[in-house]
Each structure stands twice: as structure tokens, then as C-alpha cells.
């Protein structure tokens, strides 16, 4: 008996994919943010604070750009800053060139000042810019890789005054931010100087390298002044007892520094005398200070808010004339801290004085074409042209207290009219829709 093949089993479909292969999200880099939303008022102010101080004291706004030569920035802070050593952002473009990121810019504005010839202008040259720095710093409260600064330079005069107009700037900058903050200032003199006192220092701190941290051993060597700008707490314990550079002035730098006080002292701006600020970049000469805020919640917490100081030799470092400056880098993350911190609440922006409403297709088109009409007469505004549902509009213009709402529908497109809606009285008017700018001036 010949058996039939066993019938074969109908192949079992695959099963089909339920689920779509997860997309994962781009993350932002660590040490960049977004300035949201919410935070754009603080933004707002400081920008608006700094443009207002910067007319008031005479400066002009200049713009450079965010990549600059590396050699720029090797040149004038430093082989041996933290700065070159480990936080710039630097890299090899198709070219060949070795370019960077600007992680300060200062020594930006320096070589525009040479480039542009702005040395053969009326001296000195008032400069000031907004914008964005990178280092690849340590991300911590306040500090970020990507951060921002209102820099302002004063170029071409080496007069004490020019270190204390530059300090009240900064003072009436924050004042106007409205954050509470102190001065503390101190001067370290001419190269001469420094190179005197980098010797008493070191022989200092040569009987004390027990007691100090790894990056201070190498400071001892590389960039001695950096010892007193440590923030490990060995380290700042240890400075306590620390020479000071202010008896290793020159006569000179005593009395220029000793005049810039003087002029302080007549503003009534009061300081707090610093002998442990050396700025960290090399350019610095004589006056250096810093601002720092007290936290409203802990007089103990404080927020570095900025530094500055005179730069002399900058200028001639990078190719130029010998030529004397003063500027100041307010740091507007901090500022924004501060802030925050300080309980500011920034300036309301004007609130919207019309609701555009909408009604329909047509009405829509031309509700479009009459927010335009109101804008371009000067009125605020809102709108929520996306949302259809009438009650949906008219509940938007509640919650942002407009007092008037203009309506547009079919009819009114048809009729050439819009009517007018009183949100505190709920009366209602039509009227022409060529009178209606007219008609609004009179009513807000």
C-alpha cells in the first residue's frame, strides 16, 4: 500500500511589526543649554541694561567674529593659562589654519582695533560687544561652555580715570539689573613689578609644596601669580600668609593705583581692597578687580559676577603701537543668577492692547491682513489665528486681560466692517474697516 506524503504544513506568516524601531533624541552637548522661554525677560533686561549704559557712557557697538586665529588667543593669555592649557575649543579647519572657538574677547577687539586702523581715530576708542564665549570649562551653577558676556573696552589712554569710568560702568550696569553687588579691587602693578613679586612668591610657597594641591605645583612653576587664585580650600587657607603684591609696588604703580581709588572714593562707589586678585590671563597690568553678589537667601553664597582690569601691553603684544586700556567682561549667565537669586523681577514687556479674532475661512484671511494694518499703525497685539471655536478666542483674550477684541467673520468681510468688542463692558460696535485704525487710537 503506497501511503500519500504527508500534506506539508502551510508556512506560518510572520509575524508583523507592531512596534517602529525607537529614534533616539539628539541630546544638548553637556556643558551648552537652551535658553528657554521663561527665561527671555532676564535676557531681555540684561541686554537692554547694557545697550542703555552703553549710550550712556559713549560706546560704540562692534561686532567680531566667534572664530578666531588660536594664535590670538595663545599670544595674549597665555601658554601657561588654564585658558590655552585645557579649555579652548581649538581645531584644524580644511585650510590647514588653526582656528578656535573665542574664549574671551578682548583680545579680539585688541586685533580689530589694530586691523581696522582705529588707532588713527580720535583716542581713546570706546568698544563694546554682546555675545557668546566657549571654554571647555568645569559645568557648575552659572558656568557653562557655551556662556555670554557684555564686554566693555576702553582703548587708547592710560589716565587712572580711565580705570575708574570703567568700574563705574560696571557698577551702574548692575545697579540698573537691579542686583546688589561689591567691588573688590587691587592692582598688580607694572611687568617690573610682578617679576619682583613672582620671586618673594615663590620662594614662599617653595618651603610650603606640601600643602599644596596638584594644580598649584604646577602653577609654582608655570603661572605663580595663578597661586593666589585657587579655590581649593588648602590653598586659600594657605595665601592668608602669603606676600602682597601691593608692597612690591613701584612708586608709579602706587600712585596710579592710589588715584584710581581717589576717583572712586568722590563717585561714593565703596570697594573692598583685594590683595589676592591676579586675574588669570597674562595681559593684565595695575588695576584688576571683580564684582560678586551676595545670594539674598545666604550672605554667605556669592555669585562671581565679573572681572576686569587695565591691559597695556596688549595692543603692542599683538602687533600694534604701544597702547594703554581698561576694560570689564560682565558675565551674563551669572547675571541672570544673580537674579534669580536677588529676587528681580525684570521689566513687563507692554501687554497687547487688540485680540484679532476670527471667524470662518474669509474671516480669517482678512483678520491676517488686519493685524498687519494695526501692527504697522504701532499697536500690541495677540492673535490665535490656529484655534476656529470663537468661545476658544475669546477665552485666549480673558486670560491675557485684552481690553478689546476686534472680530472678523464672513459678514464683516462681506460688509467691508469688523466689529469692536469691549472685554470689560461686553458692548459691541461695528465699524468701518478702513476707520478702524482711526478708531482704535481714539479708544486705547
Known amino acids: 500500500m503506497i501511503k500519500k506524503p504527508a500534506a506539508k504544513a502551510a508556512p506560518v506568516a510572520a509575524p508583523e511589526e507592531t512596534t517602529k524601531k525607537k529614534i533616539k533624541t539628539p541630546q544638548v552637548i553637556r556643558g551648552m543649554r537652551d535658553i528657554l522661554p521663561e527665561d527671555e525677560p532676564y535676557w531681555r533686561h540684561a541686554y537692554e541694561t547694557a545697550q542703555r549704559v552703553a549710550d550712556a557712557y559713549g560706546f560704540s557697538r562692534i561686532e567680531t567674529p566667534i572664530v578666531e ?3 590670538l588667543f595663545v599670544r ?9 592649557e585645557k579649555e579652548m575649543y581649538s581645531f584644524q579647519d580644511s585650510d590647514g589654519d588653526k582656528i578656535c572657538l573665542r574664549p574671551e574677547v578682548t583680545a579680539s577687539l585688541c586685533r580689530a582695533y589694530i586691523a581696522n586702523g582705529m588707532f588713527a581715530k580720535p583716542q581713546p576708542q570706546k568698544l563694546w560687544v554682546w555675545g557668546p564665549m566657549f571654554r571647555h570649562d568645569r559645568p557648575q551653577a552659572g558656568r557653562y561652555r557655551q556662556f555670554y558676556q557684555a564686554d566693555f573696552e576702553i582703548i587708547g589712554n592710560a589716565s587712572p580715570i580711565v580705570d575708574a569710568q570703567v568700574i563705574l560702568l560696571t557698577w551702574t550696569f548692575f545697579k540698573e539689573l537691579g542686583i546688589n553687588a561689591e567691588i573688590r579691587i587691587n592692582s598688580i602693578g607694572s611687568p617690573e613689578d610682578r617679576t619682583r613679586y613672582k620671586m618673594e612668591l615663590v620662594q614662599w610657597y617653595r618651603t610650603r609644596k606640601k600643602e599644596l594641591c596638584e594644580n598649584c605645583l604646577k602653577r609654582l612653576v608655570k603661572n605663580p601669580l595663578r597661586l593666589l587664585d585657587c579655590k581649593e580650600a588648602g590653598c586659600r587657607a594657605l595665601r592668608a600668609d602669603a606676600p602682597q603684591i601691593l608692597d612690591w609696588l613701584s612708586a608709579p604703580s602706587k600712585a596710579h593705583f592710589m588715584a584710581v581709588l581717589e576717583y572712586l572714593d568722590e563717585l561714593e562707589i565703596p570697594y573692598f581692597l583685594d590683595p589676592f586678585i591676579v586675574r588669570g590671563l597674562d595681559y593684565y597690568t595695575h588695576t584688576v578687580f571683580e564684582f560678586v553678589a551676595n545670594d539674598a537667601d545666604d550672605s554667605k553664597a556669592q555669585i562671581a559676577l565679573c572681572g576686569g582690569g587695565r591691559y597695556d601691553l596688549l595692543v603692542e603684544q599683538l602687533g600694534g603701537k604701544p597702547t594703554a586700556a581698561c576694560g570689564v567682561a560682565p558675565g551674563i549667565d551669572r547675571a541672570v543668577l544673580a537674579m534669580k537669586a536677588q529676587n528681580v523681577v525684570p521689566p513687563a514687556q507692554p501687554k497687547p492692547q487688540i485680540f484679532v479674532a476670527q471667524l470662518g475661512e474669509q474671516g480669517r484671511r482678512r483678520a491676517i491682513a488686519l493685524y498687519e494694518k494695526l501692527r504697522q499703525a504701532g499697536f500690541v ?3 490665535a489665528f490656529s484655534k476656529e471655536s ?3 478666542q475669546l477665552d485666549s483674550a480673558n486670560e491675557k486681560g485684552v481690553p478689546f477684541v476686534l472680530l ?6 462681506m460688509d467691508n466692517t469688523v466689529i469692536i468688542r469691549d472685554m470689560e463692558s461686553g458692548n459691541q460696535e461695528v465699524v468701518d474697516y478702513h476707520k478702524i485704525v482711526s478708531e482704535m487710537k481714539k479708544k486705547v
Do not use: F, H, N, Y
Request: glycine share 8%; hydrophobic share 35%.
Open 390 to 392: 470663537l468661545k476658544t
Open 408 to 413: 472678523v467673520g464672513q459678514r464683516e468681510v
Open 381 to 383: 497685539l495677540t492673535e
Open 69 to 71: 586665529p588660536e594664535e
Open 76 to 84: 595674549s593669555v597665555g601658554k601657561a593659562s588654564d585658558i590655552v
